[in-house]
C-alpha cells in the first residue's frame, strides 16, 4: 500500500510529504502572478502552470469546502494541516465557468485522486491565468513548507514538505 501523506522524523522533526495538484511547470509560489498569493499573505505553498486539465489532491485528507464558483477547494489533513487549492488567478468572476468539481464537503481523498477539471482553454479565452496555488493557510510558527522538486514531476512525486519542528 502505497501511504502518500507520510509522517516520517527527519532533523526537523515531523514531516507531511506533498504531491503535486496537477501536471505541469511547478514554481514557488513567490512567483505567481497574484501579489496576494506571491506576498504568502495567505499563507506559504507552490503553484502549478498546468498543462492538462485534470487537477488532484496534492494530500490526503477531508474535504472541507467547495466554493461555489468552483475555483477554490479546502483540504484537511488529518494532521490539521488546511490546504486551499486555487484554480487560476482572478477565475471567481468566471462564476463556475469552465470548472467541473468531482468532490464534495466531507469526503475523504488521497493524494492523486481527481478532485477537478479546469477548461484551460476556456479559461484562457476568457483572459483569466490558470496557474494553480496551492496554499497552506494554517502553518503555526513552527511549521514551514519545505520546496524540494520542480523538475521532472509526475503524480507520485514528491515535491515539497511541511516540516513541523520541535521547539524546546
Given at each position: 500500500m502505497d501511504e502518500k501523506e507520510v509522517v516520517a522524523t527527519d532533523s526537523k522533526g515531523l514531516a507531511t510529504a506533498i504531491f503535486p495538484v496537477a501536471k505541469g511547470d511547478v514554481l514557488p509560489i513567490t512567483e505567481v502572478n497574484d501579489e496576494v498569493f506571491a506576498q504568502k499573505m495567505m499563507g506559504d505553498g507552490y503553484a502549478v502552470?498546468?498543462?492538462?486539465?485534470?487537477?488532484?489532491?496534492?494530500?490526503?485528507g477531508t474535504i472541507q469546502n467547495v466554493f461555489p464558483t468552483k475555483h477554490a477547494i479546502g483540504i484537511e489533513t488529518a494532521s490539521g494541516i488546511e490546504v486551499l487549492i486555487h484554480l487560476g488567478i482572478d477565475t471567481v468572476e468566471l462564476e463556475g465557468e469552465g470548472f467541473e468539481i468531482f468532490v464534495e464537503e466531507g469526503q475523504e481523498v488521497i493524494a492523486g485522486d481527481k478532485i477537478a477539471e479546469m477548461d484551460l482553454a476556456s479559461i484562457k479565452k476568457a483572459e483569466k491565468d490558470t496557474t494553480i496555488m496551492v496554499v497552506f493557510t494554517n502553518l503555526t510558527e513552527n511549521q514551514d513548507f519545505e520546496f524540494i522538486q520542480t523538475n521532472d514531476i509526475s503524480e507520485d512525486t514528491e515535491i515539497g514538505r511541511v516540516n513541523k519542528r520541535n521547539i524546546g
Open positions: 502552470n498546468p498543462s492538462s486539465n485534470t487537477v488532484v489532491s496534492p494530500v490526503d
